[in-house]
């Protein structure tokens, strides 16, 4: 039972490449959701997906893309990254309970 | 605007000591959240309270909700050096399809 996993675990950019996070669940939840998390910020919500073909702006979505490909993958995807998107990125998704959080990816922009 | 406060920000404390993190919430939710979180790991999730009066334990940490005063605790009983970690708290609403809305987290560090 895999639950949330996110590739890759880490990754470095270059100011100005592009990137895309995958994230997939296994658990049949309709909602997924990407987050940020900086130092001393919490976690910020980017962009979530209430289900299937639909996807809504969070908290801080500027900068980002994202593609909910089918139930069970939610992409996040940096067309030209800046080094104020170096965080962690966590995917999670949720089934209208708790909420189940991947492992995170660690990115950094230099 | 949902806002989700948290303090203390930064806590250190003796084992064996008791205390409590403050969680406030500014507008009506229908269900809050702890989380517990290791340096470099994910989120692990530790109380889910859904209506008002709500109390959960587990072990040495207690969570409650008063929903009226827009107020959530998590109580530590006799910390041990295991309970070190960042904790955060995290406000939801309507079946949670539009996500969380998360504390700035509490660092607690418990000494021997």
């Known amino acids: 039972n895999a639950g949330v996993t996110q590739t890759p675990k880490f990754q470095v950019l270059k100011t100005g490449q592009s990137m895309t996070l995958q994230c997939a669940q296994d658990?049949?939840?309709?909602?997924m959701y990407w987050y940020r998390q900086d130092p001393g910020m919490g976690l910020r919500l980017i962009y979530y997906?209430?289900?299937?073909?639909?996807?809504d702006k969070g908290e801080v979505p500027n900068g980002y893309n994202v593609s909910r490909l089918n139930k069970r993958e939610f992409s996040l995807r940096l067309e030209s990254a800046a080094p104020s998107q170096t965080s962690v990125y966590f995917c999670?998704?949720?089934?209208?309970?708790?909420?189940?959080f991947g492992s995170g990816t660690r990115l950094t922009v230099v | 605007e949902l806002k989700v406060e948290q303090n203390p920000l930064f806590l250190s404390m003796q084992e064996g000591k008791n205390y409590t993190i403050y969680c406030n919430y500014s507008?009506?939710?229908?269900?809050l959240y702890w989380y517990r979180q290791d340096p470099g790991k994910s989120l692990e999730s530790l109380f889910v309270?859904?209506?008002?009066?709500a109390v959960k334990q587990e072990g040495r940490l207690m969570a409650s909700l008063d929903t009226k005063a827009r107020l959530s605790t998590l109580h530590i009983t006799a910390a041990v050096h295991d309970l070190s970690a960042t904790y955060f708290c995290?406000?939801?609403?309507?079946?949670?399809?539009?996500?969380?809305?998360f504390g700035k987290g509490t660092h607690l560090i418990i000494q021997p």
């Open positions: 999670a998704s949720n089934a209208g309970g708790g909420y189940t």
């Open positions: 658990m049949n939840h309709n909602s």
């Open positions: 997906s209430a289900s299937e073909g639909t996807t």
């Open positions: 507008t009506t939710s229908d269900r």
């Open positions: 309270l859904l209506s008002n009066g």
């Open positions: 995290a406000v939801g609403g309507g079946g949670g399809a539009d996500g969380l809305t």
